[in-house]
């Protein structure tokens, strides 16, 4: 395994540039017009770190990384890059991968809860506007303070129909809470449900250890989220590298500058986390970028143009790959000089010229040295990669599957009993605070009130487990919406 001080080789030039681990948590950032090799880079940079024993989750945007488990072969691209670098000691070799699938064909299913992606973040799925976020908000808060589980979409559904039923309980305390927002919350439920956005709640939760998993050779696993599907609700994508981000930055340990990183983040088609999202997500993305860092994660973007990225977050990428632009618009002139302007100088390079004539597979790089200053810019070759760059076959992507660490921890859903279920019981409704009694539902027979004491009971111990053995306490959530610790 190298070591912190030993740089990881990514391309070459006049000379072999390399990127250091213990600078692999200042960031970084891969840009270039499609069909310049982004991705190719992405599948290096991937090798090189799972390698020096750092996991990596990146998303698989078209489909065709999942080659990265198995060696390469001797395609006529890659041969000739071979020769052109003049590589002597290469030798091609897979990764140890792990595919994951929101929708559990391509991989093991990936799921999380409504509680832990919280009001901010489920309301940039369902592309709600400012005062229905609100009341998303404020259903959350009512579910929280009674102790009602959101575990998957049905429960959100009840608890929705549950305050709708009985607004006018919930104003002293919630504020307005208009049917005509509840009502657009349910649509865009329906819409998330067509898009197939189910599929992402419930559990078996995903567990942030089986993204960071090393295996008994030191080797860090990457961790490939199929994506060409999910790309199809381009917000519940980018909502999910974000809730998995946040759970990252919440639940780790501060570790300062670790001579590695604990795992890297590739956030692909970058431009989807910051499109018309509102000031206050963008505000918590740059806390996030700038804070996680100190709990030893690198987040790495990879997009067209550093003009996708917010300048507050640009300025915190210490590393950078920046392949060709096309300049045949005053947009893109302008792309071309940003990316220009935010790589250090060299004077042998002009940088604004060399960025409109890299050829496939060539880059103007520049990493962060030992003291964390960006290098001068460097014209290079990306290197070929080692694993395979077709996609697997069906039966050789089952293969890796069943032979995954995790085979079989996902797969079977789990519904405990949480808010649908409380609800369908006809428990008692708590009485909102400073308002008059709520309307009780008519009282169930004997038998029926049996039942319901049994399911609450039954409830109260399930979310008991939930939610740490804090039922009754209000749960605060953490900087993106998801779930934090109990206070």
Do not use: C
């Amino acid at each position: 395994m190298p070591s912190s001080q030993e740089p990881l080789a990514i391309a070459v030039g006049d000379r072999q540039i390399g990127v250091l681990p213990r600078m692999l948590n200042r960031h970084g950032l891969v840009t270039g017009a499609t069909g310049t090799g982004k991705t190719v880079t992405l599948r290096v940079l991937s090798e090189q770190f799972s390698r020096a024993g750092i996991p990596v989750l990146l998303a698989d945007i078209k489909g065709d990384l999942s080659g990265l488990a198995v060696p390469g072969e001797p395609t006529p691209k890659v041969i000739e890059r071979i020769a052109r670098l003049n590589l002597q000691d290469f030798r091609y070799d897979g990764v140890p991968a792990v595919f994951w699938d929101v929708f559990g064909n391509e991989g093991h299913p990936v799921r999380t809860t409504v509680s832990e992606i919280g009001p901010l973040l489920f309301s940039r799925i369902l592309d709600l506007n400012e005062v229905q976020t609100g009341v998303l908000a404020a259903v959350f808060a009512i579910a929280d303070d009674a102790g009602l589980l959101l575990l998957d979409l049905k429960d959100l559904r009840a608890v929705l129909a549950h305050v709708s039923e009985n607004a006018s309980g919930y104003r002293a305390r919630y504020g307005n809470l208009a049917t005509s927002s509840i009502g657009a919350i349910q649509r865009g439920l329906l819409t998330l449900e067509q898009e197939g956005g189910a599929s992402l709640f419930g559990e078996p939760a995903l567990r942030l250890e089986d993204l960071m998993r090393v295996t008994p050779d030191g080797r860090g696993t990457v961790s490939v989220l199929a994506a060409d599907q999910l790309m199809k609700a381009p917000r519940l994508y980018s909502t999910l590298l974000l809730y998995i981000l946040s759970e990252l930055y919440e639940n780790l340990p501060e570790v300062g500058d670790p001579e590695r990183p604990r795992i890297v983040v590739f956030f692909d088609e970058a431009h989807l986390l910051f499109d018309d999202a509102p000031k206050v997500l963008l505000d918590r993305i740059e806390q996030v970028v700038r804070l996680i860092r100190s709990k030893g994660v690198g987040v790495w973007f990879v997009t067209q143009s550093p003009l996708d990225i917010p300048e507050s977050v640009l300025g915190q990428l210490g590393n950078r790959v920046q392949h060709a632009l096309r300049a045949f618009t005053p947009k893109d002139q302008r792309a071309v000089r940003t990316a220009a302007e935010t790589l250090r100088q060299n004077p042998g390079v002009d940088t604004v010229t060399a960025i409109t004539e890299l050829g496939v597979g060539e880059a103007l790089v520049s990493v962060l040295d030992r003291d964390g200053v960006p290098t001068p810019v460097e014209r290079a070759f990306v290197l070929p990669p080692q694993s395979r760059l077709a996609p697997l076959s069906p039966e050789e992507r089952s293969a890796v599957r069943r032979a995954s660490p995790v085979a079989g921890l996902y797969e079977k859903v789990v519904d405990r009993v949480s808010a649908y279920e409380a609800l369908a019981a006809r428990v008692p409704e708590p009485e909102p605070p400073g308002e008059a009694p709520v309307p009780k539902r008519a009282p169930r027979t004997r038998r029926g009130d049996a039942e319901a004491g049994e399911v609450i009971g039954t409830f109260a111990k399930s979310a008991a487990r939930g939610i740490g053995g804090q039922l009754g306490r209000q749960l605060v959530r953490g900087i993106l919406g998801s779930l934090g610790k109990s206070r």
